[in-house]
Nanobody, 123 residues
Framework: VQLQASGGGLVQAGGSLRLSCAAS????????VGWFRQAPGKEREFVAA????????YYADSVKGRATISRDNAKNTVYLQMNSLKPEDTAVYYC?????????????????WGQGTLVTVSS
């Protein structure tokens, strides 16, 4: 499975972005997918995850209420809608896939990783 994240860019505080994680491979629909981010000088942190069916979602406290993760298995794509963006959301955002959504959520483990997409939020 190959993952490609896109949708990053420069946005003003309070604005919105929708990130996409497009996947190749027939097994994508059976995998959970998560979003992670890494700000300059900081460790990578969990943002959100979604189960293979979309029936379960998990969010970091820092984005809860402002982010929505969703997936379209017919399009092999997972989305992360981010609203009310803050300067502290500035980071490189990565998507990752794993057979277990809990592995993504609790251990930040991913079997497959995409390249990052940069989100910059200006104040």
């Amino acid at each position: 499975v190959q993952l490609q994240a896109s949708g990053g860019g420069l946005v003003q505080a309070g604005g919105s972005l929708r990130l996409s994680c497009a996947a190749s491979g027939r097994t994508f629909s059976s995998l959970a997918v998560g979003w992670f981010r890494q700000a300059p000088g900081k460790e990578r942190e969990f943002v959100a995850a979604i189960s293979w069916s979309g029936g379960s979602t998990y969010y970091a406290d820092s984005v809860k209420g402002r982010a929505t993760i969703s997936r379209d298995n017919a399009k092999n794509t997972v989305y992360l809608q981010m609203n009310s963006l803050k300067p502290e959301d500035t980071a490189v955002y990565y998507c990752a896939a794993h057979a277990s959504v809990l592995a993504l959520y609790s251990r930040s483990s991913g079997d497959y990783w995409g390249q990052g997409t940069l989100v910059t939020v200006s104040s």
